[in-house]
Nanobody, 121 residues
């Protein structure tokens, strides 16, 4: 079994910052891409940022220049530093990790339970 757990959400004023963390644990051999998605009420889930095991990153257009994704491969953890937050960033943020379990050659996309980020105007 593997687990993916997010932390760090909360309430912040517009212009403020938050740092999200996501840790994967369990029978993990390796993790390929780790990514953050978000879903606002009434909207589809969208990609916020992703990072490969080698450190290559990509961002959604709406967060470029404001958010930074990073990861610690030794800790199976990914971070999302969010600066200059806007009310439209309000959403549930989900972590996704493409995990290869010990004894398997298959990639298992694994999701966390989500963490709420609310940005007040």
């Amino acid at each position: 079994q593997v687990q993916v757990v997010e932390s760090g959400g909360g309430l912040v004023q517009a212009g403020g910052s938050l740092r999200l963390s996501c840790a994967a644990s369990g029978s993990i051999f390796s993790i390929n891409t780790m990514a953050w998605y978000r879903q606002a009420p009434g909207k589809q889930r969208e990609l916020v940022a992703g990072i490969t095991s080698g450190g290559s990153t990509n961002y959604g257009d709406s967060v470029k220049g404001r958010f930074t994704i990073s990861r610690d491969n030794a800790k199976n953890t990914v971070y999302l530093q969010m600066n200059s937050l806007k009310p439209e960033d309000t959403a549930v943020y989900y972590c996704n990790a493409d995990i290869i379990r010990i004894g398997s050659y298959l990639i298992q996309p694994s999701w966390g339970q989500g963490t709420q980020v609310t940005v007040s105007s």
